[in-house]
């Protein structure tokens, strides 16, 4: 629902104003009285378009009032976007999860760029201790993390030699 939330925010910015959209649109989750998702972006764009934040929280309810997926949009505080969705686009995203099942979750941040980890590299000289079981865990995880996310991951275990 987030990434959707972004979409349609760019969207609606870039209808605003072509130099409207910022690095990064920051989406939060609200007390559940004011939504479901909320954003400062108005707040974020005030100074760089030289208007108040309500008024370009305003003209963003506006450019996105076609939209189907939200119930309810409101302004809340100096320029706060709250949105609602509606049961039918909750209900779609549901089915679209039990349908997909792992693969609805999982994004191709990697998109196959290769990552290589090194972890472990006990000192043969030395008696094993808890913080090498720590390190082959924490690494074995985050190169699975990493795998899933989409990245070509290399794993790398060093073993010292003492000759």
Known sequence: MEKIFRAVLEEACLSIDHDALLDTIEIQIPKETFGDL??????????????????????????????????KMEIAGPGFINVTFTRRFLVAELMHLLREKEGYLRENIGQGRR?????????????????????????????????????????????????
């Open 38 to 71: 909320s954003t400062p972006l108005a707040m974020g764009l005030a100074k760089k378009l030289k208007k108040s934040p309500r008024e370009i929280a305003q003209q963003i309810i506006q450019s996105i009032k076609e939209c189907n997926y939200f119930e």
């Open 115 to 163: 990552v290589q980890i090194e972890f472990v590299s006990a000192n043969p000289t030395g008696p094993l201790h808890l913080g090498h079981g720590r390190g082959a865990a924490l690494g074995a995880a985050l190169s699975n993390l990493l795998s899933e996310a989409g990245f070509d991951v290399e794993k790398e275990f060093y073993i010292e030699s003492c000759l």
